[in-house]
């Protein structure tokens, strides 16, 4: 699970110009907190969501998608 986890966050944390996605930078953001570097690559955030995954993978999840919508005032 953790494997799969860790590559959908990779996946996530890409876009096409081969930087740090926004959802990649909300999980990093989820995880490190509001310190986190907006321009982290893309291995820092893979090795950050490896290390702080202490959750199940669809709390973490839920917990990203209710931060995100709470960070751009969504209900």
Do not use: H, N
Not at 18 to 28: D, R, S
Not at 29 to 36: P, S
């Amino acid at each position: 699970m953790a494997k799969i986890l860790k590559a959908t966050i990779l996946m996530l944390s890409e876009a096409p110009d081969g930087q740090p996605g926004v959802a990649g930078k909300a999980v990093a953001r989820y995880i490190l907190g509001d310190d986190a570097d907006p321009g982290m690559s893309q291995v820092k955030i893979k090795e950050v969501s490896a290390a702080g995954l202490d959750k199940p993978a669809d709390q973490l999840f839920a917990d990203v998608v209710a931060q995100l919508k709470a960070d751009e005032g969504i209900a």
